[in-house]
DNA sequence: TGACTGCGCGCC
DNA sequence: AGGGCGCGCAGTCA
């Protein structure tokens, strides 16, 4: 495979360095004695630049594909394989498997930043980076970074993207299990081109049908700053019972206290606090409470901003949470209500294809875990109910709370009392999750099945370590540390199966991605939910692609875990609306 | 006025 | 209940 390293300049241009094949099976580029060829390209004509490259589909090495691809995209070039040097970066940085690595020991430097500086002249380069880098991380080490781009040519320069990818590959060679780390920059990477492509896309959103829903629920749309009529009426509900004509049942100091007033015995205006009284206010407040959480986060004001030309477009950011799934910087993409999901509607003539993986993290666990028992549940397609046949619950039910208990970390209640069974039936994987817990609350970094590490506990963790443990400790202070570690402890027992799981997702969107571009008719993906996919494709295609989005799935499978015996089992449904899926 | 925090909600 | 998020609001403080 040809790797092409894409330097940008600061004029709009670029230099595209043509990398040696590595010596075996091609995935890995020789870089000992640098970039066979580097050709510098004006600006303006970077993009028919790659498009020409682009038809022998090399790995195109970019700083930050965020940045980089969204005006390829706009020109009409897509990619089909990269290395997102800023994601790579950061998971090489702090991965447990590279630990020794020159890549993880140097100090921080602009490869560190949450976003690439624009490239500028070499005398504006200090300002700019400080600018980019995190405020948490401290300065000293920044100044001699920045020192040797400007002066010091023999060292490293710190934004030369060749000498950050020898570094990157470096590192992973140097792991114990290369490939696996090897995969995972090449799923996160193309998972920085999947998020680019669907905010280029766009996902089908009706506006109207949106409207018509908020209409039906809240009345006619009101003047901008004022409750919609149904609101209204239900908080002249709500002051009349609690006797409290000025309230604002918006506000939740006002709220607490008139429902004190009235005499319920609430510490809070929670639901679910709310609806374990009995009082007339109650049916009115969760109604209100209801719709107008539907108004503030998904009513007009959001129409307006975040669906145009009916497209909905959030801003997915790739490796945005700590375990590896996906976040959103706008548009909320992550809680699309139910209530609205009628609104995302696929074109005329097209249809939507939605599949969600079933039951993933256990199944997750399972595969990691090398749970025999375990992985004989996961080959069907309902695991909890073959956990419930098997004997090690009484129900489907059970099974479910035991299993999301385990991952999670219950202490308390119906959950935590089927432990002991889980254990017994299903020790490594009970064992694995178990393990991870108490890794954490000793402050130990875990890992994920291809490599991500979860972060260290910040200083006041440690702090209150060191005060529980000192001579002057009293019962508060250990119970505060005792507190903190198992909260840490659950945090790193999730982290290891939410981020293998993210892990299988990237891994199934990626072989996803592959397979529709070979299908008619350009289907092609339009959402992406931690273990949920959809595809807009020409009606007459659909079959196609739902056969395309199991095969995917299998691939996912095999690539991480080999042919374990797990099967990654999905509900796909053809649908023309969001809202008939599932 | 703007930055920040906590609350409450709803998604996986 | 227990993990991970984003967002809008209200309240606080500078």
Known sequence: MRWIVVEHRPDGGAVLHELAP?????????????????VPVGPGELARAIAAREVDRPRWVLDDVALRYPPLLAAGVRLDRCHDLRLCHAIVRTSAACAQSALATAPAGPWDARHMPEPVAADEVQATLFDALDAADPAPEQQALVGGRATRGAERDPLD????????????????????????????STGALI???????????????????????????????????????????????????????????????????????????????????????VAPLLEYKRLARLLSANGWAWLDTWVHAGRFRPDYVVGGVVTGRWATSGGGALQLPAQLRSAVRA????????????????????????????????????????????????SRTE??????????????????????????????????VEAAARAGERGEVVSTWLGRSSPRPGPSWWAAREAAAGEGADARDVTEARRLARDWGRFTRNFVVQGTAAEWALCWLAALRRRLRDLPGHPHLVFFLHDEVMVHTPADGADRVAQAVQEAAGEAGRLLFGAAPVEFALDVAIVDSYDRAG
């Open 22 to 38: 590595g010596p075996a099976r091609g995935e890995v580029p020789d870089l000992s004695h640098g970039p066979t060829a580097s």
């Open 399 to 432: 099974a479910k709370y035991g299993m999301l208990g385990a991952i999670y970390g219950a202490t308390t209640g119906v959950s935590a009392a089927l432990m002991p069974r889980l254990t017994a039936t299903y020790p490594r994987a009970i064992g694995l």
């Open 161 to 188: 993207p060749v000498a950050e990818l020898a570094a990157q590959l470096d590192a992973v060679a140097g792991a114990p299990q290369p490939g696996r780390l090897q995969l995972l920059l090449a799923a996160e």
């Open 347 to 394: 074109d005329p003539g097209w249809t939507l294809v939605v599949a969600d993986a079933a039951q993933l993290e256990p199944r997750v666990l399972a595969a990691m875990s090398a749970d025999g028992a375990m992985a004989d549940a996961a080959r069907g397609a309902d695991l909890y109910q073959a956990l419930a046949d098997a004997g090690a619950v009484a």
């Open 195 to 281: 998020a680019a492509e669907m905010a280029h896309d766009g996902m089908p959103w009706d506006a109207a049908e949106h409207d018509r829903v908020l209409r039906e629920l809240l009345g006619p749309r009101p003047a901008p700053g004022a409750r919609p009529a149904r609101l209204e009426e239900l908080a002249a509900r709500i002051r009349r019972s609690l006797d409290a004509p000025g309230l604002n049942p918006d506000s939740q100091q006002d709220l607490l206290h008139a429902l004190r007033r009235a005499g319920l015995d609430v510490a809070s205006t929670r639901k679910h606090e709310i609806a374990a009284q009995h009082h007339p206010v």
